[in-house]
């Protein structure tokens, strides 16, 4: 199984500004994925980050809001930028499990945003 | 598109009865099908998952999952609920490329 370290596991932040939330993995691994929670409902996905290539980001999602970094293969972050209050949620990473761990997901704990 | 549909929004059971909580879902071709649970300030973690094989599906903390292609249903059982079961449901469907569709979740509250 892979162990994802997600920072900062909340924040509370100022309209206009941006957070970066990183997420680092214990293992090498080809894909991680960036999900957001809003209050009271599912994931949903914002964007798959592949190392060495551009993130590719889900409809409704676009980089100049949510611009991701994949540096290497067992770290990323996701940046939330020129934030409002709409854009409070809780942001999480997930990476595919190799090995017997194959077809599964794992999930960090999550980086609880809220915007004022 | 793929998706799946969790239709109750809440479940409640006492401690000690048999918990279900139901799932359906729709996709092109053979599904991979996932359920997590999420307690409270916690992230996301795996139950159990349905890929191919047995319709019966056996998971983490005593939870399973029927497999019924003709229903196109993946319902998650549990026999005997524990108070500690209390938390958020999510049945998720995956593509090809790991990209998961999660359900709008099932909150479960299982009283003493």
């Known amino acids: 199984s892979a162990v994802i370290s997600q920072k900062p596991s909340r924040d509370i932040c100022q309209r206009g500004t941006s957070l970066t939330i990183q997420c680092q993995v214990d293992s090498q691994v080809t894909m991680m994925f960036w999900y957001r929670q809003q209050p009271g409902q599912s994931l949903t996905l914002i964007a798959t980050a592949n190392q060495g290539s551009e993130a590719t980001y889900e409809s409704g999602f676009v980089i100049d809001k949510f611009p991701i970094s994949r540096p290497n293969l067992t770290f990323s972050t996701l940046t939330v930028s020129n934030m409002s209050p709409e854009d409070s949620s809780i942001y999480l990473c997930?990476?595919?499990?190799?090995?017997?761990?194959?077809?599964?997901?794992?999930f960090g704990s999550g980086t609880q945003l809220s915007v004022l | 598109a793929q998706s799946v549909a969790q239709p109750e929004d809440q479940v409640n059971v006492a401690e000690g009865n048999p918990l279900t909580v139901k799932c359906t879902y729709s996709?092109?071709?053979?599904?991979?099908l996932f359920w997590y649970v999420q307690y409270p300030n916690r992230g996301l973690q795996f139950l159990l998952k349905y890929i191919t094989g047995d319709n019966l599906v056996k998971g983490s903390y005593g939870f399973e999952a029927e497999f019924n292609k003709s229903q196109t249903s993946f319902h998650l059982k549990k026999p005997s609920a524990l108070v500690s079961d209390s938390a958020l449901y999510f049945c998720a469907v995956r593509d090809h490329y790991y990209k998961l569709s999660f359900g709008a979740g099932t909150t479960v509250t299982v009283r003493a």
């Open positions: 997930s990476v595919e499990g190799g090995g017997a761990a194959n077809e599964k997901l794992f």
């Open positions: 996709v092109s071709g053979n599904p991979y």
